[in-house]
């Protein structure tokens, strides 16, 4: 695979624009079947150019104006935005308080960055295979209840190109739903709560809901190898400390002793288990659901909840290239989830030397074509 160099980027963009951006697909989606009219020429696109130049309220009649513009402009990054009231790239002529946002695709945002607090191997910007479990599980649990619990049949799953993943819910009833219902909807999905000063972020009830119960199901799946293996949440003081913060008090001086008495996380895991099942902590009424809260703190989707609530609110398009590591924002299969790897993701380099490989070898075919029919015709006239 061709290694990505930023520097090479302009150039490369303008042959990605120019031959290999899938427009016609791009096209059918966002203008639905051309069923309700206007309907993409009223979509807003937002370009981000060399430098950091932020054009807003871009908006196009048809395909072919698009391909054009974005050929023209070569932007290092697209986001999409609301269908609107006016056409976008007019509104500076409509009447103050006329240009509204009228629908849009529910979208989910989910950042690696929000589980800093709970990911030993990275930090910031940064991912591995072994933090990439948290974007498998939080595609399987959000996913489900998408499908099964609201009923939503259209749902595009797209890599960011750098942290994180994201969902594009495109149902007809979806797209007009206001900022209250999207609201609701993302705060059923919501269960990790609290900034920075917050130690214990999940609290259950003692009815635990179906949504949480199916969710726990999925993480328990991944919980021993990702948590216990690949994390070691309790390798040592530091990080099992973190974790008693989140259990009585009355136990950990006994889970402290406990703990100096094994050698990795599997088995000091199966402590905290006996510990927090145990006499001490029966009568209260949460305890039972103690284990549960930690493996949902430490697994359970974090979604950016301004991204989903606001219609108006802009999301990085699929098929964008993320600048800082030339990756493509490729949708993602929902039948190989777990096999999905972000590191084996095309890059604009990658794509643009196939391309460029693929034609060279067309020449060279067409080259030694034509040398053979000379030759053959002059030994036609010998």
Not at 38 to 59: A, V
Not at 73 to 88: E, F, L, Q, W
Not at 327 to 353: A, E, G, M, N, Y
Request: hydrophobic share 35%; aromatic share 10%.
């Amino acid at each position: 695979m061709a290694t990505y160099d930023p520097a090479e980027l302009p150039e490369l963009l303008k042959l990605y624009y120019r031959r290999l951006f899938p427009y016609a697909q791009y096209y059918r989606w966002l203008n639905y079947g051309g069923v309700i009219k206007n309907y993409f020429q009223h979509r807003e696109f937002s370009f981000t150019l060399k430098d950091d130049i932020y054009i807003r309220y871009q908006s196009f009649s048809n395909q072919r104006d698009l391909e054009k513009e974005m050929q023209k402009m070569n932007p290092y990054k697209i986001d999409i935005g609301a269908v609107y009231s006016h056409r976008p790239n007019q509104h500076n002529t409509v009447k103050l308080g006329a240009f509204q946002a009228q629908e849009k695709e529910l979208v989910f945002d989910i950042d690696m960055t929000d589980y800093d607090d709970v990911r030993r191997c990275c930090s910031s910007a940064d991912i591995c295979s072994k933090c990439w479990t948290l974007m498998t599980m939080a595609i399987h649990i959000i996913d489900r209840a998408l499908k099964e619990d609201f009923g939503f049949k259209h749902r595009l799953w797209v890599y960011s190109g750098r942290r994180g993943v994201h969902c594009w819910v495109c149902d007809e009833s979806v797209r007009k739903l206001s900022s209250a219902v999207r609201s609701g909807i993302v705060e059923y999905l919501s269960l990790v709560k609290g900034g920075q000063d917050v130690k214990k972020k999940v609290h259950l009830s003692e009815k635990i809901h179906p949504f949480v119960s199916k969710s726990i199901n999925i993480i328990k799946k991944y919980f021993e190898e990702y948590a216990l293996v690949d994390q070691d949440i309790l390798e040592n003081k530091e990080t099992w400390d973190k974790i008693l913060a989140l259990v009585p008090e009355t136990i950990h001086e006994k889970l402290q002793q406990n703990f100096q008495k094994h050698h990795n996380s599997l088995q000091r895991w199966e402590c905290l288990k006996k510990a927090i099942s145990s006499q001490d902590i029966k009568n209260d009424k949460c305890g039972h659901w103690l284990e549960l809260e930690i493996m949902l703190q430490y697994c359970f989707p974090r979604l950016d909840i301004n991204v989903s609530k606001g219609i108006n609110h802009l999301l990085k398009s699929p098929f964008s290239v993320h600048p800082k590591t030339g990756r493509i924002s490729v949708p993602i299969d929902l039948q190989k989830v777990d096999q999905f790897d972000p590191f084996t993701v095309p890059t604009i380099s990658s794509v643009c030397h196939e391309l460029d490989a693929v034609s060279t070898n067309d020449e060279g075919k067409e080259g030694n074509e034509a040398e053979s029919d000379i030759k053959h015709r002059t030994r036609g006239t010998q």
